[in-house]
């Protein structure tokens, strides 16, 4: 199993810049599929972007060429950088982690609160 806790949220102004982290502890934390989820209220959870336990990635239309997400050598912290920020990028910023085809389940981070506002 592993733990993630997350940092770097805040407030910050359309057009502007954060850089969300993730640090994983626990076993096997390098085998670890990672990613970024984000929640508004009153909406669905959605995944923005993901990073494989290789380092392939992928990323939600909607982030796509503003985001890019990375991990550290030691695969121990994942990073979100996110540019060029919107108002409707406003969410709780989830961390996720699995084994994915060889175990089912998901851990989540605490999340944090990312507002984009003039």
């Known amino acids: 199993q592993v733990q993630l806790v997350e940092s770097g949220g805040g407030l910050v102004q359309p057009g502007g810049s954060l850089r969300l982290s993730c640090a994983a502890s626990?076993?096997?934390?390098?085998?670890?599929?990672m990613g970024w989820y984000r929640q508004a209220p009153g909406k669905q959870r959605e995944l923005v972007a993901a990073?494989?336990?290789?380092?392939?990635?992928s990323y939600a239309d909607s982030v796509k060429g503003r985001f890019t997400i990375s991990r550290d050598n030691a695969k121990t912290t994942m990073y979100l950088q996110m540019n060029s920020l919107k108002p409707e990028d406003t969410a709780v910023y989830y961390c996720?982690?699995?084994?994915?085809?060889?175990?089912?389940?998901?851990?989540w981070g605490q999340g944090t609160q990312v507002t984009v506002s003039s």
């Open positions: 996720n982690a699995n084994m994915r085809p060889f175990q089912s389940r998901d851990f």
């Open positions: 990073i494989n336990s290789g380092g392939g990635t």
């Open positions: 626990g076993s096997i934390v390098s085998r670890y599929n």
